[in-house]
């Protein structure tokens, strides 16, 4: 659906967004993470023409992305980028027909969106008076009225508390199901980590990751925990080879691969260090996303 | 699109309060046009050719527009742009395939062809008043349309430069604070010489439309306002308008 080949912004010497290849397969829910300042926003902007890439090329449904094609792109492309946006002065209702004339969409397609973001009881209300929930859905609503192919979400749940989060993250399942692609940001995992079947993971403008869950585990080796009766000595012994550390009466070692961990076991036997259990380290998918990101020093 | 666009726009002035603002324009020009009606010497001059009594209304009314327009138009081109700065206007139509500069245009047409309406109204409700008190000297149709049709051209590019400011700095105070600056621009240029008042676009050329004026001695003559003037002034200002939002168009959100 989104293919980038060397996506760059820069702003006088400084590179926000570097030599970004994205793919984004057709039909998913694709969850575009990085700590704050990670350039997440720029490059949905590039992708949005709202801001020109410095560099690269983007290709949007199989079609570059250009003045030319803009327009007719755009008419399939729903997004929410910074805050939603509304009239509020006009209500609810007002604000789709806006939305609704600028597009020659047709009244079906405004009521379904209306329905999918539960939003039909509080459309004759003033947006002004909105809490920050329903201007989220109306912008929601907004987006999706237009029956997009793919919609583009900048960080949707900012802001908003736990129920409504979890309303965004149900919502995004729904219209995934529909069969529109979803490219949606966040600076947590934990709030797209359900929701997301492929990650994309930027840090410093740079692409650290990008695959499903499970190649983001497997990239990833979680420590070895040794117990043994000598923590003291076997932590000093090993510490020569293996970044070690003492974790209670368990030795943690990082970064070991499965013939390292053989070696270890080895060596402390030849050492007479009995050895009561070894085992991997059991890795939340935010760890794994914490432990590339501060890799990355970011 | 730019039909639908249009549209919008004037559904988007719905509670904007524009027919406050356009009804002060128009009655305020008015009500201050038609105090020439309790002058000295008026009643006696409604049937007396040499009285010049259209000509003092005209005079009366090109004063107060002078006095208004800057202020009302600037209030006016802020309440157009004020909403797209505080509801991310720019950024839903930019995503809907409405570049920023192409949304300054169908504002323009839409809340210029209010201001064409305004001002319209205003002339056309002084001749009214005119003819309700009984004047029955012949009414002189050249220089009252050449007037309103001259007035339509400099109130539509203050009006264009005033959605230039308000959509370029989103401080609307800053809009605000020109169109205060701009009557006073426009009042000294009644003092100064016609050549000086071309300096002072667009708001020196409210004095340059002026189709009468009175001398020192108190009488009352006609103009002959600058046409090549103020078209030139129309033709600038379009040229302007059109780069200055071409310029909108390529720049990003």
Redesign the interface.
């Given at each position: 659906m989104i293919i980038t080949h060397d996506l760059g912004k820069t702003y006088g010497n400084r590179a926000v967004v570097d030599g970004l290849d994205l793919r984004v397969p057709e039909g998913c829910v694709y969850g575009f993470l990085g700590p704050n300042g990670s350039g997440k926003s720029t490059t949905m902007?590039m992708l949005?023409s709202?801001?020109?890439p410095t560099s690269g090329e983007i290709h949007i449904m199989g079609r570059p992305m250009r003045r030319s094609t803009?327009?007719e792109l755009?008419?399939h492309?729903g997004?929410l980028?910074?805050?939603?946006?509304?009239?509020?002065?006009?209500t609810g209702r007002?604000n789709m027909?806006?939305?609704q004339?600028?597009?020659?969409l047709t009244d079906n397609q405004v009521t379904q969106a209306v329905r999918t973001v539960r939003l039909r009881d509080h459309l004759e209300k003033k947006?002004r008076d909105y809490s920050l929930g329903m201007k989220q859905r109306l912008g929601l609503a907004?987006a999706l009225a237009r029956e997009p192919r793919l919609l583009i979400l900048d960080e949707p749940t900012n802001g908003l508390d736990p129920a409504g989060i979890e309303e965004i993250r149900r919502l995004l399942t729904k219209v995934a199901d529909d069969g529109t692609t979803v490219m949606v940001s966040s600076h947590l995992l934990g709030e797209i980590d359900r929701t997301a079947t492929v990650l994309g993971i930027l840090g410093n403008g740079r692409m650290l990751f990008q695959g499903t869950r499970d190649e983001l585990f497997a990239r990833s080796v979680p420590d070895v925990l040794v117990d043994t009766s000598e923590p003291q000595r076997a932590a000093a012994l090993t510490a020569r080879w293996h970044t070690s550390r003492l974790d209670g009466a368990t030795v943690r070692l990082s970064g070991l691969d499965d013939k390292a961990t053989a070696g270890v076991v080895s060596l402390l036997v030849h050492e007479d260090i009995e050895i009561h259990g070894v085992r991997r380290d059991s890795q939340s998918l935010e760890d794994v996303f914490m432990d590339l990101t501060e890799e990355r020093g970011l | 699109m730019m039909g639908r666009a249009v549209a919008n726009e004037f559904a988007k002035m719905r509670r904007l309060r524009v027919t406050p603002v356009v009804f002060v324009m128009v009655a305020g020009v008015l009500a201050v046009s038609c105090v020439e009606f309790t002058a000295s010497g008026f009643v006696e001059s409604m049937g007396d050719p040499a009285g010049k009594p259209w000509q003092r209304l005209l005079a009366s009314m090109s004063f107060s527009v002078l006095m208004l327009s800057p202020i009302l138009l600037a209030v006016l081109a802020s309440r157009q742009v004020d909403i797209e700065h505080q509801g991310n206007g720019w950024l839903l139509s930019r995503t809907s395939g409405l570049a920023p500069g192409y949304l300054c245009r169908v504002k323009f047409v839409a809340a210029g062809a209010v201001v064409v309406a305004a001002t319209v109204a205003q002339s056309g409700l002084v001749f009214a008043g005119g003819a309700l008190v009984g004047i029955t000297v012949v009414f002189p149709a050249g220089q009252w349309l050449g007037y309103t049709a001259l007035l339509v051209v400099v109130n539509l590019v203050l009006f264009a430069l005033h959605l230039l400011l308000s959509a370029r700095v989103e401080n609307q105070l800053l809009g605000m604070g020109v169109g205060v600056l701009g009557v006073f621009f426009a009042v000294i240029s009644t003092g100064l010489p016609q050549w000086l008042s071309h300096f002072l676009p667009p708001w020196g050329y409210y004095e340059l439309i002026k189709p009468v004026e009175y001398r020192e001695d108190g009488s009352l003559v006609s103009l002959a306002p600058s046409y090549v003037s103020v078209l030139a002034l129309g033709a600038a200002g379009g040229v302007l308008f059109l780069l200055v939002t071409r310029q909108f168009d390529r720049r990003e959100v």
């Open positions: 902007k949005l709202l801001v020109r803009r327009r755009l008419g492309i997004s980028i910074e805050s939603p946006p509304a009239y509020g002065h006009l007002e027909r806006l939305v004339r600028l597009l020659d947006v907004m | -």
